[in-house]
T-cell receptor, first 115, second 113 residues
Framework: NAGVTQTPKFQVLKTGQSMTLQCAQDMNHNSMYWYRQDPGMGLRLIYY???????DKGEVPNGYNVSRLNKREFSLRLESAAPSQTSVYFC??????????????FGPGTRLTVL | DQQVKQNSPSLSVQEGRISILNCDYT??????FLWYKKYPAEGPTFLIS?????DKNEDGRFTVFLNKSAKHLSLHIVPSQPGDSAVYFCAALTRHAGNMLTFGGGTRLMVKP
């Protein structure tokens, strides 16, 4: 049981390049989330998916797109990377019907640097 | 403007003593609060939570206190152990508005042997 996995672990991009961050969970959770962590800012929600087939914007969605490919997978795409998107990105999942709906399980993160 | 604030970026405590991490919030609609612990190069892991209808929740060495009138919560770790050294994030949510967490900026706890 791997929990939440993210690929890649590290990535360096040049300004204007595009890339997709991958996330998968094997806990059969309905809800999935993408956060970014910046120094002193905590984690900020970029996008979330309450259930398969739905996605919604979070606090900082500009410059990003997401795809909920199926129940297991939720990807985050940067179409034209900017230095302001240099950050650590975390994917998380939760199961609202479990009785522990407020606990989110996080992946290990992707450290992205945009030059 | 940050709705959840952790005003102490770092805290250093001797092993065996009590660690107290503080968190303040401004949104009175928050009705559930969580603490997450994060080690370097890992994702945050859930530690303990408290509903707004309670003022205290305890789990082993960890206790969370909530003061709704002051919009303040704190995490107490007793006794502190070197393995507790990590970054601690306070988070809050409004349950009827979905499961979206608002995080504080984190406090780095260092427990010295």
């Amino acid at each position: 049981n791997a929990g939440v996995t993210q690929t890649p672990k590290f990535q360096v991009l040049k300004t204007g390049q595009s890339m997709t961050l991958q996330c998968a969970q094997d806990m059969n959770h309905n809800s999935m989330y993408w956060y970014r962590q910046d120094p002193g800012m905590g984690l900020r929600l970029i996008y979330y998916s309450a259930s398969e087939g739905t996605t919604d914007k979070g606090e900082v969605p500009n410059g990003y797109n997401v795809s909920r490919l199926n129940k297991r997978e939720f990807s985050l795409r940067l179409e034209s990377a900017a230095p302001s998107q240099t950050s650590v990105y975390f994917c998380a999942s939760s199961e609202p019907a479990s009785g522990f709906e407020n606990e989110q399980f996080f992946g290990p993160g992707t450290r992205l640097t945009v030059l | 403007d940050q709705q959840v604030k952790q005003n102490s970026p770092s805290l250093s405590v001797q092993e065996g003593r009590i660690s107290i991490l503080n968190c303040d919030y401004t949104n009175s609609m928050f009705d559930y609060f969580l603490w997450y612990k994060k080690y370097p190069a890992e994702g945050p892991t859930f530690l303990i939570s408290i509903s707004s209808i309670k003022d205290k929740n305890e789990d082993g060495r960890f206790t969370v206190f909530l003061n709704k009138s002051a919009k303040h919560l704190s995490l107490h770790i007793v006794p502190s152990q070197p393995g507790d050294s990590a970054v601690y994030f306070c988070a809050a949510l409004t349950r009827h508005a979905g499961n979206m967490l608002t995080f504080g900026g984190g406090t780095r706890l260092m427990v010295k042997p």
